[in-house]
């Protein structure tokens, strides 16, 4: 099994800066691609980044204030978020497909329990 632990969310003021990780544990062969999703009160779930293979993307809306990193050593997931704005408030989900496995067959997705940002104005 593998689970996966987020931490950093908060209260910010918009403007401000939060830091959340995402640490992957367990029956671990390889992580291939780590996001971070959202979802906001009444609104489907949403992609905000994801880094696989040394590519990342971004949401649109958060281009050039979010930046996803990873740390392969450590099966760690980072978003660190500058200039939050009130939009942004949702509860933010990490998401790994991880293989646990000798082969391709054995990827299967992940997901965090969700951390909850909340960016006032």
């Known amino acids: 099994q593998v689970q996966l632990v987020e931490s950093g969310g908060g209260l910010v003021q918009a403007g401000g800066s939060l830091r959340l990780s995402c640490a992957a544990s367990g029956s671990i062969f390889s992580i291939n691609a780590m996001g971070w999703y959202r979802q906001a009160p009444g609104k489907q779930r949403e992609l905000v980044a994801i880094?696989?293979?040394?590519?990342?993307n971004y949401a649109d809306s958060v281009k050039g204030r979010f930046t996803i990193s990873r740390d392969n050593a450590k099966n760690t997931v980072y978003l660190q978020m500058n200039n939050l704005k009130p939009e942004d408030t949702a509860v933010y989900y990490c998401?790994?497909?991880?293989?646990?496995?000798?082969?391709?067959?054995?990827?299967?997705?992940?997901w965090g329990q969700g951390t909850q940002v909340t960016v006032s104005s």
């Open positions: 880094s696989n293979g040394g590519v990342t």
């Open positions: 998401n790994a497909a991880v293989q646990v496995g000798f082969t391709i067959a054995t990827i299967n997705d992940y």
